[in-house]
């Protein structure tokens, strides 16, 4: 039987058969303000408090504080599960960034057993690429390319691990660095556009490698208390 990981937010897992494929990483895209954020955080956090399982956040945009009162304002008390070691939310500078912190993120994730992490976001490390990977001179799109992809691989080798990979996008291609959507084993979609309802944003699986997804276009709604996808009528 196949395994997968319940988002458990509302609306989401039905789409994909009943939840994310354990161990695979997946492409979260969208366009600015969209919530790829907000999503992710309720990714970690039902996991910690619904299905006892321990999430990392890894921030190259945020700081902490920044997302604990924006995790805060849904009701979500991530500084308590942080400190009893069931939710870890890193902040990371880009200027600290190094060839190898991959393999630091890996070993942290073995060590400490956990099972959701989140990568905030590829887009930020792709403008960013570490300085020892090659002269600033010699930085073209395909160094940008290839540190992506060593990156996603690297990380696809957490068999027990569900990641998230944020990115942004314009509004007509799927990541910025034009290579994670084709690595990755799976790519969700947000946008801002209205279906017509009350909702402005819509959510959409474009990929997720062995499930029979639901393609349709839904209505994706910021509450009170997170995230909902909305079926379509
Ligand atoms: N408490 C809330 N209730 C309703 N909507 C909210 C709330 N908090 C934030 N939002 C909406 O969510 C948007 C931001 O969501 P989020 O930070 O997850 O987006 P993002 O896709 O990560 O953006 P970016 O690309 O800038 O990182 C805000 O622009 C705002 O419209
Ligand atoms: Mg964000």
């Given at each position: 039987m196949r395994s997968q990981i319940k988002t458990?937010?509302?609306?989401?897992?039905e789409l994909v058969e009943g939840g994310l494929p354990k161990g695979k990483c997946i492409l979260l895209s969208g366009t600015p303000g969209t919530g790829k954020t907000i999503f992710s955080l309720q990714y970690i956090y039902n996991g910690a408090t619904k299905c006892r399982e321990k999430g990392m956040y890894i921030s190259f945009e945020e700081n902490k504080q920044n997302l604990f009162s924006q995790a805060k304002k849904f009701g979500w008390n991530m500084e308590k599960f942080e400190k009893e070691k069931k939710i870890f939310i890193k902040d990371i500078p880009?200027?600290?960034?190094?060839?190898?912190t991959v393999k630091e993120f890996i070993t942290y994730v073995k060590e400490n057993n956990i099972t959701r992490l989140v990568i905030d976001s590829l887009s930020a490390l792709a403008i960013n690429i570490p300085s020892t990977y090659t002269k600033l001179t010699e930085i073209n799109d395909l160094f940008v390319k290839r540190f992506i992809y060593n990156f996603i691989n690297e990380l696809r080798t957490l068999k027990d691990t569900t990641t998230l990979l944020i990115s942004q996008t314009s509004n007509?291609?799927?990541?910025?660095?034009?290579?994670s959507e084709f690595i990755c084993d799976g790519v969700i979609l947000i946008t801002?556009?209205?279906?017509?309802?009350?909702?402005?944003r819509t959510l959409r699986v474009r990929k997720m490698r062995e499930i029979n997804i639901d393609e349709d276009i839904h209505p994706l709604e910021i509450g009170s208390k997170g995230i909902k996808i909305h079926a379509l009528d």
């Open positions: 458990i937010i509302p609306g989401f897992d880009v200027s600290d960034l190094k060839e190898n007509d291609g799927l990541s910025m660095d034009g290579v801002y556009e209205s279906l017509g309802g009350d909702y402005s």
